[in-house]
Structure formats: C-alpha cells, structure tokens
C-alpha cells in the first residue's frame, strides 16, 4: 500500500474537472470464455487483447480497452450474495437511439433476458445482468436540449417504462 502524505482538507471541496471521464472497468468473472462470449459475440465489443485464459481487454472502436475481464482472484467463482456490497451495474453509452435498438435486436437473438426497461426522459436504458450476474445498463442519452427540466430549469429525470417495439423500429 502506498502512503499518501497528510494534507489539510478543504473546508469547501472544490468540484472535479470537468473533462474527467470513466475510462475502463474491469470485472471479475469466473470463465474468461463465457464472459468473451457474452461481450464480443452478443454485445459485439471487440477483443484487444488477451492473456491466455486469465484475462483480456475489449473495446469499441479500437481504443485500449473500455472493459478488462479477469479470473486472477475469481476462476469458477460464484456471484456476490444478495444483500452484500459490490458492483451495481457498469453503463455501456452507445452513441444514438439506433444503436442502442440494435443492442436490443442482439439481446433478443441471443435470449438474454432483461431485468428491466425505462425511459429516464434523458435517457433510455436496457437493464440485464451478465453471464456472471454483473449487473449490465445498456444506454444512449437524448440531446440536453431535450432533458426535462422544471420551470427553474431544474433537471427533472423520471423512470417510466420504456417502449420496446418503438426502440427496436430504430434499428
């Protein structure tokens, strides 16, 4: 463990940039095959890199990689129990409602099952769980101009289910 050395904290803590990003997550899973199949073959991410049976890095669109599946700690492993701490869900953005409806289109031929649907008015978002019980939200936002806001101009966000069929006609 590294020592940080001490410094006086901030009596108003100032907020973080604004240009920081989530960059990757990297989950513990208990087969690397089974969990490649799930993220290459039905969400269609593609394989970066892999070291051997053990762990590998996907991306869309090239970059390093946006998840690293691993079995350093978890080979054969078994989800977390109900009611204990971990990982909710991670968030997968995909770029427009199109593209997120061919998400859908994937899931449905694959069966996977959804744990949920809902329109969040600034966004929508597919809810499932992966091959080893991670939770999974599949999302694209709307415009800003397009979020609901009260009179204040308050961001006013809802969950109301989400249309399905109408998704999927924007594939």
């Not at 953005?93 to 099952?113: H, K, Q, V």
């Not at 999974?136 to 800003?144: A, G, N």
């Amino acid at each position: 463990m590294t020592r940080l050395p001490v410094i006086e904290p901030e009596r108003t803590p100032r907020p973080i940039d604004p240009g920081v990003r989530i960059g990757h997550v990297h989950l513990k899973v208990a087969d690397l095959d089974r969990a490649l199949a799930f993220y290459n073959g039905v969400l269609g991410f593609e394989l970066i890199q892999r070291y051997g049976t053990r762990a590998a890095f996907i991306s869309a669109g090239g970059y390093h990689h946006h998840i690293g599946l691993n079995t350093w700690e978890s080979a054969g492993g078994r989800p977390p129990a109900p009611g204990t701490t971990g990982l909710y869900h991670l968030a997968i953005l995909y770029p427009t409602r199109a593209a997120l409806a061919d998400a859908l289109r994937r899931l449905i031929a694959a069966g996977i099952e959804l744990d949920g649907a809902s329109d969040h008015g600034v966004s929508e978002a597919l809810y499932l769980r992966d091959p080893d019980q991670n939770g999974v939200e599949l999302y694209w936002d709307r415009p800003q101009d397009e979020w609901p806001r009260n009179r204040d101009g308050v961001l006013t966000m809802v969950t109301e289910p989400l249309d399905l069929r109408g998704l999927l006609a924007a594939v």
